[in-house]
């Protein structure tokens, strides 16, 4: 069973940068999308940034110009780059890569993301 394990995570004062990264314990194959989630107290799961396979990323609205996401397939590991952070980025962020062969998405545990203003 592959499993994510993200870090990187901590506590940065606003307009500071932070480096998630999301490494799989094995090597995955027939990955069709690959994205990072956050969720902070009381607020529902929102997808922060995507990149499926042969398509651009994607980012939400609130953090474009700010994040990156990217991959390292050889690593078998997606990065997220944090600039100029704000205290409404706060959350747990999380992983999340989603194969087609067989159809199934694997999750990441986790990680604190805090922004002190």
């Known amino acids: 069973q592959v499993q994510l394990v993200e870090s990187g995570g901590g506590l940065v004062q606003a307009g500071g940068s932070l480096r998630l990264s999301c490494a799989a314990s094995?090597?995955?194959?027939?990955?069709?999308?690959m994205g990072w989630f956050r969720q902070a107290p009381g607020k529902e799961r929102e997808l922060v940034a995507e990149?499926?396979?042969?398509?651009?990323?994607n980012y939400a609205d609130s953090v474009k110009g700010r994040f990156t996401i990217s991959g390292d397939v050889a690593k078998n590991t997606v990065y997220l780059q944090m600039n100029s952070l704000k205290p409404e980025d706060t959350a747990v962020y999380s992983c999340?890569?989603?194969?087609?062969?067989?159809?199934?998405?694997?999750w990441g545990q986790g990680t604190q993301v805090t922004v002190s203003s």
């Open positions: 999340r890569v989603v194969i087609s062969t067989p159809p199934y998405g694997y």
């Open positions: 990149i499926s396979r042969g398509g651009m990323p």
């Open positions: 094995a090597s995955i194959v027939s990955i069709n999308f």
